[in-house]
């Protein structure tokens, strides 16, 4: 996104969020059209207790504040744990501001139930819950008290749906040409 804004001479101003928690005199930035980037392994401090709202100093909280118009979650890959504070706290502001978007250049591949905390960000009417959605595209199988969803089905059905709620997906043979040269460099 920074990239983009500064690629694209759009003339956005852009503000890195860095430490784990909002400093007290953080005041949001003027402008209302700054694009904030911010690591989402700092949106919330590390021990957010589950169904808690999160700490008032807390990234997530202040951002929410300042009522985003769009939530973009680089490296989306990172959000497949539902239980994980960053999964849960980039959820909650996401369900906060009236688009979000997740991208990720590494493969999901592994299963569909792993895809589903991603799913539910984007499109939580569709997909609410994991065991409705891990019982129609995997094998659910109770292991220690817990569902886990293996392996895949109905792959096509779900790859329609995507397609039709708007993911797009470029493999790497689709877009090498238009990718820079591999470049290698020794680092000493």
């Excluded at 808690?52 to 769009?70: E, H, I, K, S, T």
Aim: glycine fraction near 6%; hydrophobic fraction near 45%.
């Amino acid at each position: 996104v920074v990239l983009l804004a500064w690629q694209l001479g759009t003339g956005l101003r852009t503000i890195v969020l860095a430490h784990e928690r909002a400093a007290p005199d953080w005041a949001p930035p003027p402008d209302p059209n700054a694009v904030l980037v911010i690591n989402h392994d700092i949106l919330v401090p590390p021990l957010w207790a589950k169904k808690q709202p999160p700490p008032a100093d807390a990234w997530v909280a202040r951002l929410a504040a300042l009522r985003p118009r769009l939530l973009v979650g680089d490296e989306a890959q990172a959000f497949t744990n539902p239980d994980a504070a960053r999964t849960r706290a980039f959820r909650w502001l996401a369900r906060r501001c009236p688009r979000a978007l997740l991208l990720s250049g590494t493969p999901l591949a592994n299963r569909p139930g792993d895809m589903w905390p991603l799913l539910n960000i984007l499109w939580p009417e569709e997909f609410p819950s994991l065991f409705e959605f891990g019982s129609r595209y995997a094998y659910p199988v109770k292991e220690r008290g817990e569902w886990v969803y293996k392996g895949a089905r109905n792959l096509g059905e779900l790859n329609a749906l995507l397609r039709r709620l708007g993911m797009l997906r470029r493999r790497k043979e689709d877009v090498l040409r238009d990718l820079p040269a591999l470049r290698h460099d020794v680092v000493p």
